[in-house]
């Protein structure tokens, strides 16, 4: 059993869109069965699947909710969390099992992101040591135990006027929690004019520029594979 959480509380995220690719990949594998939650509200339940996959934005789970999570995890469960799965307003808001909290990312745009580890099993084949991307580059705090795969380099001011030093910066990682594990990708904003205009706010294209590449493509369907135990932890 798959469990999809897909939500958001802002309109700076094409969730629907997000939802309909990851439950097409998860259909495509087969042999897979899935739930679908907006939040973690019922973390006991989702906690008796196989697997967890989030797309979501500032969608947050309390400290009950935490602590079932990471017994899914250290139990050997898996997590592939996607993009902005961990921004919330507050530290403590993000299960801290996921190993990273969003900070902050300079303005939609391209830059070049590199293969960290192209003989990993998770991306060993993939055909490039590197590639162009129309994305936001997120910049993280994160946890120490992390396995890098993806990296990008960056430094400037970016949202929230939050000021960082030129860096590699991790945009994929993999991290053991116990018997289990998190694997998390950065790349993937997505939007739509109708989600996006709010007020104050400049009008913006629809963007899904990242899940259109053939690269990304890849990228989430061994994603999903290894989150349903199809490749190693």
């Known amino acids: 059993m798959a469990n999809v959480i897909c939500g958001g509380l802002a309109n700076d995220h094409d969730i629907d869109f997000a939802r309909v690719r990851l439950l097409d990949g998860l259909y495509a594998m087969g042999g897979v069965r899935t739930e679908v939650w907006r939040d973690y509200s019922n973390a006991e339940v989702i906690a008796q699947g196989d697997l967890l996959v989030s797309y979501s ?111 590699d910066q991790p945009l994929m990682y993999r991290r053991r929690v116990g018997k289990g594990g998190v694997l998390y990708l950065a790349l993937g904003h997505s939007n739509r004019q109708f989600g996006a205009q709010t007020p104050g706010r400049p009008s913006v294209p629809d963007r899904h520029d990242s899940w259109d590449m053939p690269v990304y493509k890849e990228l989430i369907r061994r994603g999903l594979e290894w989150a349903a135990g199809r490749r190693p932890l």
Do not use: C
């Open 57 to 167: 934005s500032m969608i947050v789970a309390d400290t009950e909710q935490q602590r079932t999570l990471r017994r899914f995890i250290e139990g050997g469960g898996r997590w592939f969390a996607i993009h902005a799965s961990n921004y919330a307003r507050e530290p403590q808001q993000i299960p801290e099992v996921l190993g990273s909290r969003f900070i902050t990312h300079p303005p939609f745009g391209p830059f070049k992101v590199t293969v960290t580890r192209p003989d990993d099993p998770l991306l060993a084949g993939l055909g490039v040591t590197s590639f162009d991307v129309n994305d936001e580059l997120y910049v993280m705090e994160l946890a120490k135990d992390i396995d890098v795969l993806l990296h990008a380099r960056w430094g400037g001011t970016g949202v929230l006027n939050i000021t960082v030093p030129e860096g």
